[in-house]
């Protein structure tokens, strides 16, 4: 079994939000990943998605998103990004009964000797961040990331965590999530988030602190898959 990761599918099958405002290399850039996905993949790997998987609002209208990626080969572990409003309770994922598809909800799923757990986490590059409305969400994301990875922790194995938002803050230095992996001995992250020249300039990626850090937006990628194990 291999591991791939990408983030930041941005499917749209209504094709009411064009992505190449971030730069011309977004155009087409479903099929681009579909074309790399299907030249990658064998139907006994797996594939980490942390977040930005469609632009649907409602969970019905993201049923044809969706169903893009099950039938795609792998067996993926889908988490939320912050533009996931169609995203659900966990109750409503699982009746969707997708075969090839897990949903990351303040759990983990193991795989031999890997664990994968993790959550959206939250934005601690920008100003916005600072403002006290925030600060639930950012505890929440604090102790979602902490359940998680402490039930991973438990089942024993090479720890994976899925993060959407970077790790870091404006500065590049770790954040508290990134504190919370190190806690727990994490031994990989994946993150997303950052588009165009603007975002990927503040990629970090490497061991850091005895953890490998990847970004996976899929344009920094040219919408391939990376493996990270």
Same mark, same amino acid.
Not at 165 to 191: H, Q, R, T
């Given at each position: +079994? $291999? ?5 930041? #599918?941005?499917? *749209?099958?209504? %094709?009411?939000?064009? +992505?190449? =405002?971030?730069? $011309?290399?977004? !155009?087409? /850039?479903?099929?681009?990943?579909? !074309? ?15 977040? *930005? ?6 969970? %019905? ?18 988490? &939320? ?22 949903? #990351? ?17 939250? @934005?601690? +590059?920008?100003? /916005? ?16 990331? &902490? ?14 965590? +899925? ?7 404006? *500065? ?7 504190? #919370?992996?190190? !806690? ?5 992250? =994946?993150?997303? /988030?950052?588009?165009?020249? @603007?975002?990927? %300039?503040?990629? $970090? ?13 899929? @344009? ?10």
């Amino acid at each position: +079994m $291999r591991i791939f990761a990408i983030a930041d #599918l941005h499917f *749209d099958f209504k %094709k009411e939000k064009p +992505m190449n =405002v971030f730069g $011309r290399n977004w !155009e087409n /850039h479903e099929e681009k990943i579909i !074309e790399n996905w299907k030249d990658t993949v064998a139907q006994d790997d797996l594939v980490l998605i942390p977040g *930005d998987i469609s632009w649907a609002l409602k969970l %019905k209208d993201a049923i044809e998103d969706l169903m893009k990626i099950e039938n795609l080969p792998g067996i993926k572990i889908i988490g &939320k990004g912050n533009h996931d409003y169609w995203w659900s309770t966990s109750s409503k994922l699982d009746k969707l009964n997708l075969k090839t598809i897990k949903f #990351l909800k303040n759990n983990f799923y193991k795989f031999n000797d890997v664990v994968v757990c993790g959550t959206r986490g939250w @934005d601690t +590059m920008e100003e /916005h961040s600072e403002e006290i409305s925030n600060e639930k969400i950012f505890l929440r994301e604090l102790n979602r990331l &902490k359940i998680s990875i402490e039930s991973a922790k438990k089942a024993g194995g090479e720890i994976v965590v +899925m993060l959407h938002y970077p790790p870091f803050d404006s *500065d590049g230095l770790p954040n508290e999530f990134f504190d #919370l992996m190190k !806690e727990y001995y994490a031994d990989i992250c =994946v993150y997303g /988030h950052l588009h165009g020249e @603007d975002g990927h %300039k503040n990629i $970090r990626e490497g061991i850091i602190d005895n953890i490998m850090v990847h970004c996976v937006s899929s @344009d920094y990628m040219d919408f391939k898959l990376k493996r990270i194990l």
